[in-house]
Nanobody
Framework: VQLQAFGGGLVQAGGSLRLSCAAS??????YGWFRQAPGKEREFLAA????????TYADFLKGRFTISRDNAKNTVYLQMNSLKPEDTAVYYC?????????????????????WGQGTLVTVSS
């Protein structure tokens, strides 16, 4: 599985961006979005099950971000609204192809088998 993340860029505080993560081949399993700000550890944002589309989010997002997928395009999206300067980070998508991962495990980096290259989001104040 190869993942390509794109859609990052520079946006003003309060604005929106939609990140995309295109998966090569047949998309299945579970997908997650993480981010890593300068000097900080990578943190979990959201995850989605390809089959059925159920999802989970980090509590701190408070509904600002939405994860979704497009079956026809083999693509997972992260819609980010009400962006803040503290959202500035490199955003990564990842794929978990193992069987039966729980939502708890999907919040952990080590669960994921494949990672995209990251896309930089910069939010100006």
């Amino acid at each position: 599985v190869q993942l390509q993340a794109f859609g990052g860029g520079l946006v003003q505080a309060g604005g929106s961006l939609r990140l995309s993560c295109a998966a090569s081949g047949r998309a299945f399993g579970r997908y997650g979005w993480f981010r890593q700000a300068p000097g900080k550890e990578r943190e979990f944002l959201a995850a989605i099950r390809w089959s059925g589309g159920s999802s989970t989010y980090a509590d701190f997002l408070k509904g600002r971000f939405t994860i979704s997928r497009d079956n026809a395009k083999n693509t997972v999206y992260l819609q980010m609204n009400s962006l803040k300067p503290e959202d500035t980070a490199v955003y990564y998508c990842a794929s978990d192809t193992s069987y039966g991962s729980t939502w708890y495990r999907l919040r952990q980096e080590r669960t994921y088998d494949y990672w995209g290259q990251g896309t930089l989001v910069t939010v100006s104040s």
